[in-house]
């Protein structure tokens, strides 16, 4: 694993959030719209949590795999990257990298547990998709996360709140149901929700950050992607999802 986000894959890999949100010529040929687009990968990624809490893994592991299966998005189609199939391979893919392996048979199982009537899927699907989602990432499997700057930033501020700490923690984990780790260095992305939870607490905290010397506008900027998505997180139906997913010929 690189030690430094600045030499490392990850920040090469970074990009626009217009490049993002690039549908691929094959799903908009199903007439999958970007809104769809970011629904199916939400969707995703909920599964991806869930799941995730019944093969019992850490969190990072579950980040990075809805990391991968993010950028597999932005270089291949859903139509030949079946999305539900993606999820299971990048979970079992950076289980591995995170080393915190979990045997491909028991995503299976916990999977078909968790949602019957969707996942049909056998071992050697997963092997095989594993290995597609490799090519599609160029073998780069790191992942920096902004976990560990966050708790370097809470320590640093002294913030001993426990609720806004905890508020802090929960939004961060939300920000995998967006696309911010494809497009911001993650800690300004623990930034932007460490000012979120702060004025969310009416806990002042502007003198630590002007001491940082950090540019604020670009902190203030990602947490407002972030309130957005709350906002139109409301929003999201079943019927909604069920819409973008038969237009890609599945169902959800």
């Keep these: 694993m690189a030690a430094n986000f600045w030499t490392s894959s990850h920040h090469k890999q970074l990009i626009e959030q217009e490049e993002v949100d690039v549908v691929h010529p094959l799903d908009k040929e199903r007439g999958i719209s970007v809104e769809d687009f970011k629904l199916i990968k ?18 990072r592991v579950v980040a990075t795999a809805v990391t ?18 993606v999820a299971l391979a990048c979970m079992y893919l950076a289980s591995k990298a995170e080393e915190s392996i979990v045997q491909a048979r028991n995503i299976i199982f916990y999977i078909r547990k968790l949602y019957p009537d969707e996942y049909k899927y056998e071992l050697k699907d997963i092997l095989g998709m594993e290995m597609k989602v490799l090519e599609a990432l160029n073998y780069y499997l790191v992942v920096f996360h902004p976990y560990r700057s966050l708790s370097e930033f809470l320590q640093d501020a002294a913030i ?41 607490t009416e806990k002042d905290i502007t003198a630590w950050f002007e001491d940082l010397h950090e540019d604020m ?6 947490a407002m992607e972030i309130l957005d998505f709350y906002e139109n997180y409301r929003s999201i139906t079943e019927e909604k999802v069920n819409s973008a997913f038969s237009k890609l010929a599945l169902k959800p």
């Design 42 to 59: 939400f969707h995703m990624s909920n599964h991806m949590i869930k799941l995730a809490q019944h093969i019992k893994v850490r969190q």
């Design 68 to 85: 991968y299966m993010r950028r597999v998005y932005t270089r291949k189609s859903m139509v030949e990257f079946e999305p539900r199939l």
């Design 160 to 200: 001993n709140d426990v609720n806004m700490n905890q508020i802090t923690w929960g939004i961060v984990n939300d920000t995998y149901k967006m696309d911010l780790i494809l497009v911001h260095p993650p800690y300004r992305i623990a930034l932007a929700c460490i000012y979120i939870a702060s004025v969310h």
């Design 217 to 222: 506008n670009l902190v203030k900027n990602i």
